[in-house]
């Protein structure tokens, strides 16, 4: 099956937007991911403390991406968060995991519960994926809300799988299906 291309120029979440990375947002990205509990919460892929550089180095990734499958969380100033899907391949070429953070001022608004539907409907409908799956820490309780919130539920819990400064933790399994492609 070849993937399209999926670039998203602009998708509405109220007041804020899923776009497209662009370079001028690597200050807003160095500003905002230099947060620890920000970091405690993702892979250690993402560097703590997190710098310019490092922004830069991202959006240079994220920008040349094909398909391109991570995008800015965004107010009409700035880049807020991030928002991405990690598409499988060979018998998991139907299914992509998602990965998001949001800059901790605007925790608790709803925004990224929007910016995660937003974007499985998107994903469901222009790449036909039929499932979409996160694996939050168990000890993520807000993100487990997200997901909840957002459709997905929970299959299971996956012990003893990462390990994250300096302790072993368990992950919580939740994924969501396009229900309308399962019906075909």
Known sequence: MKRKRMSIKHIAIG???????REDDAASIAQYAN????????RDAFPHPYSLA???AFLSKAMQMEPI???AIASDQEAIGSIGLMPGDDVHRLTAELGYWLAEPFWGNGIMT??????????????????????PYTTNAAS??????????LEGVIRASVFKEGRILDQNLYAKLNKRALQN
């Open 15 to 21: 007041k804020y937007t899923i776009r497209d990375w």
């Open 35 to 42: 947060n620890k509990r920000i970091w405690i919460n993702l």
């Open 54 to 56: 490092d922004a830069k």
């Open 69 to 71: 499958t991570y995008f």
């Open 114 to 135: 929007k910016a995660v539907r937003a974007l499985s409907e998107y994903a469901f409908r222009e790449l036909g994926l039929l499932r979409i799956f996160a694996e």
């Open 144 to 153: 487990a809300r997200v997901l909840e919130n957002s459709g997905f539920t």
